[in-house]
Nanobody
Framework: QLQLVESGGGLVQPGGSLRLSCAAS????????IGWFRQAPGKEREGVSC????????NYVDSVKGRFTISRDNAKSTVSLQMNSLKPEDTAVYYC?????????????WGQGTQVTVSS
């Protein structure tokens, strides 16, 4: 069973940085697109960033462009989200998502989320 686990969240002051990681259990992520989402209390979950599987292309929501960077690590087993110049508005639970279109593991998967709090 494919499982995703996010880590790296925490409490950081405005202007600080955090690096989130999404790790797969029982699967490798390098051939599939991965998305990062976030959800603040009382708000809908929104897409933050995604990275292609076969293409490696990246996309970002306008509010994080120039501050966040999505990438795969050297082992191709995790996908990270480097978050710089953090703002209080970035406070949310961050989730990673993968959609597997084919094969025995076909389906959509979400991690449990990791809390990011930006506050002084």
């Amino acid at each position: 069973q494919l499982q995703l686990v996010e880590s790296g969240g925490g409490l950081v002051q405005p202007g600080g940085s955090l690096r989130l990681s999404c790790a797969a259990s029982g699967f490798t992520l390098d051939r599939h697109a991965i998305g990062w989402f976030r959800q603040a209390p009382g708000k809908e979950r929104e897409g933050v960033s995604c990275i292609g599987g076969s293409t490696g292309t990246t996309n970002y929501v306008d509010s994080v462009k120039g501050r966040f960077t999505i990438s795969r690590d050297n082992a191709k087993s995790t996908v990270s989200l480097q978050m710089n110049s953090l703002k209080p508005e970035d406070t949310a639970v961050y989730y990673c998502n993968i959609n597997v279109p084919f094969g025995a593991l076909k389906g959509e998967y979400w991690g449990q989320g990791t809390q990011v709090t930006v506050s002084s």
